[in-house]
């Protein structure tokens, strides 16, 4: 007799070679890169040797071979924002000629330069993002003061951003990772450097919920999830100091980070994004500007291993994965 078996919130549905064979690969479980479809990160922006770039790399998760030129954002930028639907990247705000609200959209699957894709509500740079696939949660950044402000812009439409409510206290350059419902914010400085996580939902525009600490206060770093955990990375706590912890924090619980081994080297200002199993850590300041990618586990604290260089040395960029 013939039985039904009803699915409810699947996204994807693999055959035993990990052929897609139902369902779409850009789904909110590729949203930052954890879905099992993610295969390079996307680096780009930031500061060089002397000035802001517009400057695209691709860094594969399966090799340390140099990472490849993919063409430019639409404007020489740092300090800015990104979070993937698994195809295409969403840069926002941050600081060009002047602090901006632009954001633009840069494909995997070509190098072309990147498209503007309208406005958030706030011009500001040091913002932090995350997304569901569908959307991206863009939150805090600095503007004439510290900023809690959040905004959700769509990737199907240039509108505006709208307006999604606040964090739970202003703040500029933390970092952020989504696990598809839900996005966590870690660290940040709202005057002095911070080692408060909070949680922020897609589905209300309800004030984000404190959701403990992270082992030590800092801002400046990077994050990417697994879909149930949030590796934090480097950063920094003030003079010269370049962390090179790595803290996890789960979605399910407020209780303290947990941490979980160390970068290559301590930097601040770089970037990150995952495949699910593994977190790529890039670029930033260790005294200099730096190139170094780094891979860090979720399975053990053993701690990152080099994983090769991007073409251009330098910090304050904004990454994302998914499928090249």
Known sequence: MAKTIRLLNIDVILNSAGEVIAGSEASSNAADGYGPSATSVMFGGG??????????????????????????????????????????????????AAV???????????????????????????????SDGTQVMFAAGYASGRKNTVDMKQFSTSAIAVDHGDLSIAKQAPAAGSDGTQVM??????????????????????????????????????????????????????????????????????????????????????AAGSDGTQVMFGAGYDGGKANTCDMKQFSTRANAVDHGDLTLARESLRAASGTA
């Not at 399966?62 to 954002?73: F, N, R, T």
């Not at 498209?115 to 740079?125: E, F, P, Q, S």
């Open 100 to 130: 901006v609200s632009t954001c633009e959209m840069k494909q995997f699957s070509t190098d072309a330069i990147a498209v503007a894709h309208g406005d958030l509500t706030l011009a500001r740079h040091s913002p932090a993002a995350g």
């Open 185 to 270: 914010f870690g660290g940040g400085s709202p005057s002095q450097y911070s080692n408060t996580s909070e949680l922020k939902q897609f589905s209300t525009d309800a004030i984000a919920v404190t959701h403990g600490d992270l082992s030590q206060g800092r801002d400046s770093l990077a994050a990417g999830s697994d879909g149930t955990q949030v590796m934090f990375g480097g950063g920094t706590n003030g003079g010269s100091n370049w962390l090179l912890t790595c803290d996890m924090k789960q979605f399910s619980t407020a209780a303290i980070a947990v941490t979980h081994g160390d970068l290559s080297q301590g930097r601040y200002s770089l």
């Open 47 to 96: 500061y060089d040797s002397s000035n802001k770039t517009d400057t695209c790399d691709m860094k594969q998760f399966s090799s340390a071979a140099y990472s490849a030129d993919h063409g430019d954002l639409s404007q020489t930028i740092f300090l800015h924002a990104a979070a993937s639907d698994g195809t295409q990247v969403m840069f926002g705000g941050g600081l060009a």
